[in-house]
């Protein structure tokens, strides 16, 4: 049933990257000014909402959990079919026997989940830590754990940021960056500080 | 504020030539993968809070909560004089502080509304959980109908509407209490007979 008041960028997902059962989720939504963050434990929601106009930046940064879950995923699959291999060479040699198919099964259904799940990380696409930056505070979105979903949501949510504070030129951002890096001058690096 | 824009990663500030690109570029300091949007907001100056200004004149209209101050605007939601330090101004309307904590405390302002009791998914679980071990729904039952009852018209989550919850929290918790009333009768006829 779709929700006039908010539509829906994220399922609903754990807080920690590797914490698979984690109590608290987190999802994102787009109201019509904000974008609203609701973090849920199953029993309370708790929400937070961050006003197109007052967004000051989005940062994407791409991480290795991609790299390192299909490390894993790919190391066990390899450790049950090594096992489905070498049993297959020790029956080549004698009959099947009905414990030989409870091996294969029990071996062959593990490696089949693994490689499943190495498929399904692997097409997801890199991992991404985005964080949302305002005047009071830096807001990590754990909801936004890959590149391609975030651009997906960036797609939406960009154009009503920019609708509500207007575009930035290269020259400003460049001005802006400039004036927040005080100038350092080169006499006052070699005096020592002053113990007061 | 500073208008700097560090790495996530090595909080290293990140360079101007970084923001605002079509894909994602490495951080000048540790060379992760980055993708930075700026936005107008980033060096927008923050206003300094006002105090406000005295009253001058003999009958100028004053704050109600500061009488000695010139009131600027009324409360929209008591329409209360106000100065301009007792002005709250939220999403265009302005309030009192009185007003604010009570729109908060009562859920009369939504923008306001920061935390939710699922009552529904409480109702569902003293419904289901209990099953599995069933002597416990003898006490859960009754109060998961009345969680269901007691908070049928209460708001939800949000961003979710459905009462299926609380429908199929009342069904089993009936069908348990159902069962314990077949079980006792069953029990007081057998010792009876």
New interface residues.
Partial sequence: ?P?A??Q?LTRSRSRGGFAVAAVTRTSL?LGA?HL?V?N?N????????F?F??????????TNRWKIWSVVWIGLFAVCALVLIVGLFEVAHRPMQSDDFIGFFGWGIPAAFFFIGFLINYFRGPTA?V?L????QTETLPSLGR?RQTRKV?EKV?PL??AA????S?A???A??????PPTSPQSEHVPPVMS | ?????P???CRV????EA??QPE?TP?PGCR????????????RK?NPGKNGEAVMVEGESSCFYHPAKKAVLPCDSCGRFLCALCDCEL?GRHFCPACLETGKTKGKIK?L??????YD??AL?LAVYPLLIFYFTVITAPMSLFLAIRYWKSPL???R??KIRFVIAIILALLQLTGWVILFIALANGRHT
Avoid at chain 1, 42 to 49: A, C, D, I, L, P
Avoid at chain 1, 53 to 62: K, N
């Fill in positions: 049933m929700n008041e908010y829906r939504w000014d609203l609701i849920s199953g029993y309370t929601e708790t929400y937070k909402r006003y106009r007052d967004i000051q930046a989005i940062t994407t940064q791409q830590l964080q930056r305002t005047a009071v590149v960036l960009l940021i920019l504070q207007g575009q930035l290269a400003e951002i460049s802006g960056l400039s004036a927040a890096i | 504020m500073s208008a700097q824009v790495c996530p990663k500030p990140l360079l101007p923001c605002n994602m951080c992760v993968p980055l993708q930075v949007n700026l936005f107008p907001a980033c060096f923050i999403n923008s509304d920061n935390q939710r009791t699922l998914s409480i679980a989550g949000l961003v509407r459905s």
